[in-house]
């Protein structure tokens, strides 16, 4: 047999290594659960993006002589008691949703990444420091906490992002500040300090970049309790404030009608479950195909 022809023989068995990114997706695929919640997500991001083009009506516009009109061929999830139609704002309350679930989980990650990241990495009074206040804000139930923010800054859905943010930077500061710890004692890291790196290229060059994964799936389940969070905050009045179509002052407006006409609350509280239910399996789906130690089984 000629070189080339062994060349051959052996090329079919020779797989081409694949990146990270496809390694983490064919994981993922992997759990059906995990697919179908993306793909609902996909299918809800997409829905509130083409709102005016999805909801057949304006919904914050009133129609007084439909008030309460049950489901039917017109109003697909009927109306409300001021005739609003309740399909139109279920839709257009997803964009007021997912904003606060995005932005707060993006306040969580401005205000929490830079604390958990020097506290590991400086360790010592630093850490002491940082973390003995964020157990201080750990002592506080989250939507507690919220309400404190909310109290001072005010009512309002900007003020509910606010809140909710700043309710999940100690959690998100402890996770960065236990990866780092576990990160930082690696080989890389001395080699850095001996090739002459000062802190801060060891910390975003070496150490942040093998910190991603539990950040990635930490910021998915924010998304969720951000949700969650600014939907009970809205309930009690706190957040989008009227005409505004958000899922939790939906279900507040809809408690006062709940026999006569349920299905002025059950459509937002489908919305609120599905959407949180499905960010959490994503979330769960991400860190096990993040974790290296089930990857490998």
């Known amino acids: ?36 919640a993306s793909l609902y997500l ?55 949703s997912l904003k606060v679930g995005f932005i707060s989980a993006a306040i969580a990650l401005t205000l929490g990444l830079p604390m958990g990241l020097t506290s590991g990495y400086y360790g010592g009074k630093v850490q002491f420091s940082i973390l003995r206040f964020m157990d201080i804000m750990l002592a506080f139930p989250g939507i507690l906490l919220a309400l404190i923010v909310v109290a001072i800054l005010g009512k309002g859905i900007d003020q509910v992002m606010i809140a909710v943010g700043i309710a999940h930077v100690p959690t998100f500061v402890r996770v960065v500040n236990g990866s780092v ?21 060891l910390i975003t060059r070496y150490v ?3 910190i991603v994964a539990p950040i990635i799936v930490m910021l998915t389940l924010y998304v969720a309790g ?6 009970a905050l809205s309930f009690l009045g706190l957040g989008a404030q009227p005409p505004s179509p958000e899922w939790g002052a939906m ?24 959407a949180v239910i499905a960010f959490n399996v994503v979330g769960d789906a991400l860190r096990d195909a993040l974790d290296p130690w089930i990857r490998a089984r």
């Open 226 to 231: 951000g949700i969650l969070a600014a939907s």
């Open 42 to 96: 996909i299918f809800l991001i997409i829905v509130v993006i083409l709102a005016p083009l999805i909801a057949p009506f304006d919904p914050t516009e009133m129609h007084m002589d439909d008030s309460l009109v049950p489901p039917n061929d017109i109003y697909k999830f009927g109306t409300d008691d001021a005739g609003r139609d309740v399909f139109s704002r279920v839709v257009y309350g997803g964009r007021i």
């Open 1 to 36: 047999m000629t070189l080339s022809e062994t060349n051959k023989s052996i090329a079919p068995r020779i797989k081409k290594k694949e990146s990270y990114l496809m390694l983490t997706i064919r994981q993922i695929s992997k759990n059906k659960l995990a697919v179908v």
């Open 181 to 201: 710890l576990a990160s930082k004692e690696n080989e890389y890291i001395m080699a850095g300090r001996l090739c002459g790196a000062n802190d801060f290229r």
């Open 208 to 210: 942040l970049p093998n």
């Open 251 to 274: 279900i507040s407006r809809g408690r006062q009608n709940l026999r006569q006409s349920p299905w002025m609350s059950a459509y937002p509280g489908l919305a609120i479950s599905s």
